[in-house]
């Protein structure tokens, strides 16, 4: 079965300092991996995609990482700002019965206090 | 250029009544899906749509049924309320099902059953 997990599930840091979240998945064979932004109370925005052959990906202060090897991403924000408190949810994307199925993580909760 | 649209934003129904919930994007979308997302569980797939006039069952389509008869929209009903069905309901559109594009989401309806 085709599974994401997230680390940490919630973080709390100072603004301005920067933090890392990790995507561990087993989904295969693998397609693509995304993270999104979901603000509280609204619907999640992507941040990156990552196809098999990128290692790295930015996004302003957003850099995403991905080892195809061992199956792991991790997102890092640099110089949080309090704007970054949200949920981080990562996506993976396999192919099954020749459709592209995308597998959610639980999310990672970030607070960034002033 | 609007996105996802979903309608309403808040609902308190009540245990056994009906509702439809509304899904429109204005993007052309082939694909179109409705998730749920409740606490500590992340997104999980009710119901999905790869044009207009199909659907298919998610990983929890128990109590809900669909409709796509335009492609712009897709519509959500539960029929006989249930408190399990309480979570907040999200609408997302994709180009199409290869994996590359990722999804656009609505901003979310939070139902409350009871």
């Known amino acids: 079965k085709n599974q994401v997990e997230q680390s940490p599930q919630s973080l709390i840091i100072l603004e301005g300092k920067n933090c890392t979240l990790q995507?561990?998945?087993?989904?295969?064979?693998?397609?693509?991996l995304r993270w999104y932004k979901q603000d509280t109370g609204r619907g999640p925005v992507s941040l990156t995609i990552m196809t098999f052959s990128e290692n790295t990906k930015s996004n302003g202060r957003y850099t995403a990482t991905l080892d195809a090897d061992t199956k792991q991403s991790s997102l890092h924000i640099t110089a949080s700002q309090l704007s970054d408190s949200a949920s981080y949810i990562c996506v993976v994307s396999g192919l099954s019965g020749g459709s592209y199925i995308p597998t959610f993580g639980r999310g990672t909760s970030l607070i960034v206090h002033p | 250029n609007a996105g996802v649209t979903q309608t309403p934003k808040f609902r308190v129904l009540k245990t056994g009544q009906s509702m439809t919930l509304l899904c429109a994007q204005d993007?052309?979308?082939?694909?179109m899906y409705w998730y749920r997302q409740d606490p500590g569980m992340g997104l999980r797939l009710i119901h999905y749509?790869?044009?207009?006039?199909?659907?298919a069952k998610g990983e929890v389509p128990d109590g809900y049924n669909v409709s796509r008869l335009k492609k712009q929209n897709f519509l959500l009903g539960l029929e006989s309320a249930a408190p399990s069905q309480t979570s907040v309901y999200f609408c997302?559109?994709?180009?199409?099902?290869?994996?590359?594009?990722?999804?656009?989401f609505g901003s979310g309806t939070r139902l409350t059953v009871v």
């Open positions: 995507c561990n998945y087993t989904v295969s064979p693998f397609s693509n």
């Open positions: 749509s790869v044009g207009e006039g199909t659907t």
């Open positions: 997302a559109s994709r180009k199409d099902g290869t994996g590359y594009y990722g999804y656009t």
């Open positions: 993007m052309n979308h082939e694909y």
